[in-house]
């Protein structure tokens, strides 16, 4: 896969200085990296896949953990003093947003996330991990200790030649989203 790359310092407000890497794809979708440390040619690296989510991630939406995820995933990679962090453009799972938000209508009327993503003509997971993968490989990481509940992800790496282990991703529960972690669970396999 060809991806034209950019890259610049980023100083952040609380987890530190990363660099980060843009990746354009083919496709013209743009994908961000943000490394600490020198991540070339190790093994286990920590390393967390996040698929965008602008609701959870900007406007610490309740509905979802996402972005809760990101926040604890940045603070353990600055914890291990090294580690990436793949923010990949796959909104609402891979329908893009404004799907998504057609989803949280019909979430809204009584249906589950997966239910609402079929019924508007979707799989109830949509992404893929061949571009996470080719980023990976591009940076020189060599396996990765993936921080996720989803076996999915890990299965993705794994089927694209990176050799993956897991560190669970706890994140609270509340009456906001409790269904949605509870269909994680159930019917996409999240190891929650």
Known sequence: MKLQVAEASLPTKYYGRFRIFIFKTPDGKEHAALVLGDV???????????????????????????????????KQIRKHGEGVLLYLRQEGRGIGLFNKIRAYKLQEQGMD??????????????????????I????????????????QKIQGLRKEGIPAKRLPSKVKSHKLNRGYLATKKKKMGHLI
């Open 136 to 151: 990976l490989k591009y940076l020189g990481v060599r396996s990765v200790v993936l921080i996720t509940n989803n076996p």
């Open 113 to 134: 996330t997966v239910e609402a993503n079929v019924h508007l003509g979707f799989g109830g997971d949509m992404r893929n991990y061949e571009e996470a993968a080719a």
């Open 40 to 74: 070339k040619g190790k093994k286990d690296v920590l390393t967390r896949l996040h698929s965008e989510c602008l609701t959870g991630d900007v406007f610490h939406s309740l509905r979802c953990d996402c972005g809760e995820q990101l926040e604890k995933a940045l």
